[in-house]
């Protein structure tokens, strides 16, 4: 079975910019995560998506937002780019609903630098 | 709030020498504890699920175990591949995932 994919893979954009990411889940899985990594704050969950429908989100900005398509595919958006969003942003999906015990498996992230 | 507090922060192993990495939690009812490898620039990746006091799982050099309060990561005869960030996770009810902040280890040849 293939893993998480995340487009694209890197991406540098300057300031002011807005950005967009996608997500592929593990095939039949329907539970999408997004999270932020950086360097200092370590793994920080941005929002969670199940059967199209956002479920939990993160302490973040309203510039940050997602979506979730029927085939559960996601994406997010970052709008009016700042220095401080630059980040490795990780993906991670669930077969389930992940309100339980279930294993997130993570994709291989797309590295952000906003310049 | 949930918390997860990963100790040491960084450790530093001569090849074959057996250490433990920690990972104390705080939540309100544990769904489940999860620990990850991370390699540098790569997405995390899924070594063991805890969900119950004394349980306890292996994967060839390495042995995962849960108290009440915290979780140990064994490491047993390491050898070099075995450097990268471990992250340990936690889960309690419909909140999302808490990651503590890692420990990166390094083991010499």
């Not at chain 1, 293939?2 to 002011?16: D, E, F, H, M, S």
């Not at chain 1, 593990?26 to 998506?49: K, N």
Request: overall charge positive; charged content about 20%.
């Amino acid at each position: 079975k293939a893993g998480v994919t995340q487009t694209p893979r890197y991406l540098i954009k300057t300031r002011g910019q807005q950005v967009t990411l996608s997500c592929s889940p593990i095939s039949g899985h329907r539970s999408v995560s997004w999270y932020q990594q950086t360097p200092g704050q370590g793994l920080q969950f941005l929002f969670e998506y199940f059967s199209e429908t956002q479920r939990n989100k993160g302490n973040f900005p309203g510039r940050f937002s997602g979506r979730q398509f029927s085939n559960s595919r996601s994406e997010m958006n970052v709008s009016t780019l700042e220095l401080g969003d630059s980040a490795l942003y990780l993906c991670a999906s669930t077969q389930g609903s992940s309100s339980g015990g279930e294993t997130q498996y993570f994709g291989p992230g797309t590295r952000l630098l906003v310049l | 709030e949930d918390q997860v507090t990963q100790s040491p922060e960084a450790l530093r192993l001569q090849e074959g020498e057996s250490s433990s990495l920690n990972c104390s939690y705080t939540v309100s009812g544990l769904r489940g504890l999860f620990w990850y490898r991370q390699d540098p620039g790569k997405g995390p990746e899924f070594l063991f699920t805890l969900y119950s006091a004394g349980e306890e799982k292996e994967k060839e050099r390495l042995k995962a175990t849960l108290t009440k309060k915290e979780s140990f990561l064994h490491i047993t005869a390491p050898k070099p591949e075995d450097s990268a960030t471990y992250l340990c996770a936690v889960r309690s009810g419909n909140t999302p995932l808490v990651f503590g902040k890692g420990t990166r280890l390094s083991v010499i040849a």
